[in-house]
């Protein structure tokens, strides 16, 4: 079993060939192609983590789809002063698919 630990969008990620994989926006439309830095790599018992090696290794992957998550509803109040404020927040989402690690 052959994965790799890929950072993507301030996260980290587990992904192996074949994952649809949902990660913060990046630039690029759909059907273009995007390449995700390793930070360790797993091919059967052998694991990869040192940085010079990790630099050989690219995962790429295909952009599917831009999307929107889900709305979150940030309220703030204050006790006895008339304070009160109500905002929303949908996270710009991207949906890619892992398709190879090398």
């Given at each position: 079993?052959?994965?790799?630990?890929?950072?993507?969008?301030?996260?980290?990620?587990?992904?192996?060939?074949?994952?649809?994989?949902?990660?913060?926006?990046?630039?690029?439309?759909?059907?273009?192609?995007?390449?995700?830095?390793?930070?360790?790599?797993?091919?059967?018992?052998k694991?990869?983590?040192?940085?010079?090696?990790?630099?050989?290794?690219?995962?790429?992957?295909?952009?599917?789809?831009?999307?929107?998550?889900?709305?979150?509803?940030?309220?703030?109040?204050?006790?006895?002063?008339?304070?009160?404020k109500?905002?929303?927040?949908?996270?710009?989402?991207?949906?890619?698919?892992?398709?190879?690690?090398?």
């Amino acid at each position: 079993m052959v994965y790799a630990i890929v950072r993507a969008g301030g996260r980290q990620e587990k992904v192996s060939v074949g994952d649809f994989v949902t990660l913060n926006r990046v630039t690029g439309g759909a059907g273009s192609t995007i390449q995700l830095p390793a930070l360790l790599l797993v091919d059967g018992d052998k694991i990869t983590s040192a940085a010079a090696d990790l630099a050989k290794v690219t995962v790429t992957a295909e952009i599917l789809q831009d999307l929107r998550g889900p709305k979150i509803v940030i309220q703030k109040f204050k006790n006895k002063t008339g304070y009160k404020k109500r905002q929303g927040h949908r996270q710009e989402l991207t949906k890619v698919k892992i398709t190879g690690i090398k």
